[in-house]
């Protein structure tokens, strides 16, 4: 059978790999970038470890899987009855089967001037263009900036917030910057940080950061940006370092193509209970209406799921179902302290940065032999000799 999976991201790879375990798979993996981005670990190479935990090369993952073929490209079209889809580079990709995991991309919710006037961590080259300005402002203007403002308290806010405060007096030491005006801003839509887990576990949170010396704004929406700052309520604070962590829409691909699948009023794909959204078209993570869609966990479910049910058809076997399953969440919030929280049970401290460390490591072993993955999960405390000021 020849499965085509576009999407290089946690719930593509990891179905690629599932499926390459049955030789008779014939596997084309399409994705717009040569690299697999760690997610959990942005945070931590947008303030001075290495970039080497968020950022790991296809070949080294998917290397000696002879079943699999993979392609840079950037698909924009599917043809349910040709059994195609096109890339930008014009090549069509036949399949069996399609396996959908394109992911999110970012949007600024038509806010004025946030596309030109922020920076973001969602990528290497988004940290390295924020890296830029950082070192601008300490190794050429030598001081610290008037604010550094975080827009977004999900998790990747809350992890930046917690540690960029470090990262910039590390910097300061270095180029000899007085830090005691550093001041950093957390500001959030929703009534409270992390909107997503219980207010238990935000009012805690909020406590964590206020006391590493970020000041938590909620209930708070940023009406326009400029190159001196942001504006919210008609008032204009002052930032030169405006960091933008909030906002994802389902990929623009599936509301190009929107002829072919049922989405719902967010622009995500409606599928069965098999999650299938078309006949042989499959969408997985975060691109499917299925509770718990946008974690990474949920992506790696969906991709063991689909490949599990695709064994037991060659095997003549029913096919199970899906069934949403609820992960545990671990958001670090500076050094050696973090929450966790499932099902009701919450742990703070430094256990729970213990347990995010496991996850970590349990997180590349998903992708990468045992001893690749404790080579990438040790990078993420290797502090990057990056004092210079790098060219975007």
Request: aromatic share 8%; glycine share 8%; hydrophobic share 40%.
């Amino acid at each position: 059978m020849h499965i085509t999976i576009v999407g290089g991201g946690f719930g593509g790879i990891k179905a690629a790999l599932e499926l390459a375990k049955d030789s008779k798979n014939q596997i084309t993996l399409i994705s717009d970038r040569p690299d697999f981005r760690y997610y959990p670990a942005l945070y931590s190479s947008a303030t001075g470890h290495s970039h080497l935990s968020s950022s790991v090369p296809l070949g080294e993952i998917l290397a000696n899987k002879d079943n699999i073929r993979v392609h840079i490209d950037e698909i924009i079209t599917i043809n349910p009855s040709e059994k195609n889809v096109t890339g930008k580079s014009g090549t069509q990709y036949q399949y069996d089967r399609c396996i959908l995991a394109l992911g999110t991309v970012t949007t600024y919710f038509g806010i004025k001037g946030l596309d030109s006037y922020s920076y973001g961590i969602k990528s290497q080259a988004e940290i390295k263009r924020l890296k830029h300005r950082i070192y601008s402002s300490l190794a050429i203007e030598h001081k610290l900036d008037d604010r550094y403002i975080i827009i977004g308290a999900g998790p990747t806010g809350v992890e930046l917030a917690g540690a960029l405060g470090s990262y910039l007096r590390r910097l300061s030491r270095h180029y000899k910057v007085k830090d005691s005006g550093l001041r950093i801003e957390l500001i959030e839509a929703a009534p409270r940080v992390l909107p997503r887990m219980s207010e238990k576990a935000s009012a805690r949170v909020t406590k964590r950061l206020k006391k590493l010396g970020v000041k938590v704004s909620c209930n708070k929406s940023v009406q326009s940006a400029n190159k001196d700052g942001i504006v919210i309520g008609g008032k204009e604070i002052d930032s030169q370092t405006v960091i933008w962590t909030s906002g994802v829409a389902n990929h623009p691909f599936y509301k190009a193509n929107a002829e072919h699948f049922a989405l719902n009023e967010r622009g995500h794909v409606i599928v069965d209970e098999f999650m299938q959204a078309a006949p042989s078209i499959y969408v997985i993570g975060d691109n499917a209406v299925t509770k718990h869609a946008g974690l990474a966990q949920t992506a790696l479910h969906d991709a063991i799921f689909v490949a599990d049910n695709f064994k037991r058809e060659r095997r003549h076997r029913h096919k199970k179902p899906y069934k949403p399953v609820a992960p545990p969440v671990v958001v670090p919030v500076g050094k050696r302290w973090a929450i966790f929280e499932w099902h009701g049970i919450r742990i703070f401290g430094w256990p729970a940065a213990m347990i995010r460390r496991a996850a970590d490591f349990m997180g590349y072993s998903d992708y990468l032999p045992i001893g690749q993955a404790l080579g990438v999960w040790r990078a993420s405390s290797i502090i990057e000799d990056d004092y210079f000021s790098p060219v975007v």
